[in-house]
C-alpha cells in the first residue's frame, strides 16, 4: 500500500475527527449534565453518550470529506 493512499488518507480524517468530536462531545455533555442536573451516576452515562455520539458524527463527516478530496 503507498504511503499516501486513499484508504490511509480516510482512516486518518475519520480518526482525527472521532478524537476532535469525542473532546467537544466530552465538554459539552458535561455542561448539560451540569446544567439540567443530571442525577448522580447518571451524569457518566450523559456524558459518555453525548462523547460517543458526538466522536461518531464528527469521525464519519471528516471521513466522508477525507473520501471526497480523494477523487481529486
Do not use: N, W
Not at 44 to 59: D, E, L, V, W
Amino acid at each position: 500500500m503507498a504511503k499516501d493512499s486513499c484508504l490511509t488518507r480516510i482512516v486518518a480524517g475519520a480518526a482525527v475527527g472521532g478524537a476532535l468530536g469525542g473532546a467537544v462531545g466530552a465538554v459539552y455533555g458535561t455542561y448539560e449534565a451540569i446544567r439540567f442536573k443530571v442525577p448522580g451516576l447518571m451524569k457518566i452515562r450523559y456524558i459518555g453518550q453525548t462523547t460517543m455520539g458526538s466522536a461518531a458524527i464528527f469521525g464519519l463527516f471528516l471521513g466522508a470529506g477525507s473520501l471526497i478530496h480523494c477523487g481529486k
